[in-house]
C-alpha cells in the first residue's frame, strides 16, 4: 500500500514556475519508483517525468525536457516536480504515481503504476 497525496497546482502566467509536491505514505513508500504524468480533456495521460527508486536516473517525456525537473527526499518520502518557462500547452491535471514493483527502471505507461494521487490542475494562462 502507497497512499499519495499531491499538492502544489494552480494557475501561472505563461513562463512561469510552479513546483507540484508529492508526498507518499505507507509499506514500501521509500522505496518506490516515482513517475509523474498529466491528462487533459479528451487526450491519454501522458508520462510527464520519473524517477528512480536510488534517484540516480530521471526520466523525461520530450515535451518538458529541459524545462521540467524532478527530485526526491527519500527521508521524507516526498517527490517533487519543479516546473519553469510554463506555456499554454502544459495546462492539464497533474498527478503524480509510484511503483513498488521496479528500482532503477521507470516506467513510462501509467499502466505499470499501481499506485496514484488524486491530481492537481495546473493552469497556464494569461
Known amino acids: 500500500q502507497v497512499t499519495l497525496v499531491e499538492s502544489g497546482g494552480g494557475a501561472v502566467q505563461p513562463g512561469g514556475s510552479l513546483v507540484l509536491t508529492c508526498a507518499a505514505s505507507g509499506r514500501g513508500a521509500s522505496e518506490a519508483v516515482m513517475g509523474w504524468f498529466r491528462q487533459t480533456p479528451g487526450k491519454e495521460r501522458e508520462f510527464v517525468a520519473g524517477l528512480s527508486w536510488s534517484g540516480a536516473i530521471t526520466s523525461y517525456g520530450d515535451a518538458v525536457r529541459g524545462r521540467f525537473t524532478v527530485s526526491r527526499d527519500d527521508a521524507k518520502s516526498t517527490s517533487y516536480l519543479a516546473m519553469r518557462d510554463l506555456a499554454a500547452e502544459d495546462t492539464g491535471v497533474y498527478f503524480c504515481?509510484?511503483?513498488?514493483?521496479?528500482?532503477?527502471?521507470?516506467?513510462?505507461?501509467?499502466?505499470?503504476?499501481?499506485?496514484w494521487s488524486q491530481g492537481t490542475q495546473v493552469t497556464v494562462s494569461s
Open positions: 504515481a509510484a511503483s513498488t514493483r521496479n528500482r532503477n527502471r521507470i516506467p513510462r505507461v501509467k499502466d505499470d503504476y499501481a499506485y
